[in-house]
């Protein structure tokens, strides 16, 4: 497709759901992809299936230095970086009465310090080429208050707060950096399996059985931005069920 054919993106969260599908779509068009996440097995899977178009390396987006490799990793395989889909993130839920702090600093620490450390990695490079593309995924649950996932919310507004300030940064530094947020409502992912056995968890999960999207509507999502001429920002997009309030 044009202008996503050769184009060199690196996809964070890319072992399950919306990474690993969003990878394969990216990969049928023309893009070479870099494959991150920590589950190895997953991700050479993956990266057997695409074939010589992907590389992998299992990496946590909580450790800088983790980041800093896959940027290497993709320069030395494909010499250069177009694009990032900073998207591995967790949601175990649960009321902030609960005290499940260990919960709260993980979903920081990859949810907010993973896309930190995934944009350090990768700015330089996109300065000093003076073009770039970084897709962060957000959530619904970053446009609203969402009860039962008070910190997941939070670290979901960071995200799109954090973006859309820089994209207004890159505009007057005349980087040519573009940003796209991704928002999604309920799809069908592995997302929900670190959430406590719960009645709140079983009434999600039916929800998301009944109604939830399949990974693909957000692939789309990302291709449709991906591949927009290089002065079209795609800033913002929601994709949910129709049937999702
Ligand atoms: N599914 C939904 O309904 C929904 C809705 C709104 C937003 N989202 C967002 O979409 C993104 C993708 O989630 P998903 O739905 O596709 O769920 P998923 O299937 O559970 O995928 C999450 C991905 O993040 C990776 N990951 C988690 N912790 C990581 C870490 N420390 N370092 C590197 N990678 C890590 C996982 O890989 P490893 O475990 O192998 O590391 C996995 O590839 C998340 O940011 C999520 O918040 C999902």
Redesign the pocket.
Known sequence: MKNVENKVIII????????EETARTLAQNGAKVVL????EE?LKKLADEIGENAVYLA????KAEDMGALVKLAKDSFGKVDAVFA?????PGGNMSELKVKDWMSMVN??IV?VLNTMAAVLPEFIAQKSGHIIV?S???GTKSVPGNAVYSGTKHFVRAMLDSFRTESVTEHTNIRTTIIY????K???L?TIAPSETKSMVEEFYKNV?LT?DAIAGAVLYAVSQPDNVDVSDIIVRPTLEP
């Not at 990496?59 to 909580?62: C, L, P």
């Not at 999604?184 to 799809?187: K, M, Q, S, W």
């Open positions: 964070t969260g890319a072992s399950s759901g919306i990474g991150s996440a920590r589950r997953r990496s946590d987006v909580s998207n591995a993130g967790v949601m990859i949810n993973g995924t959530s619904i649950a999604p409502g309920a799809i992912t592995e997302l399996n939830g990974p």
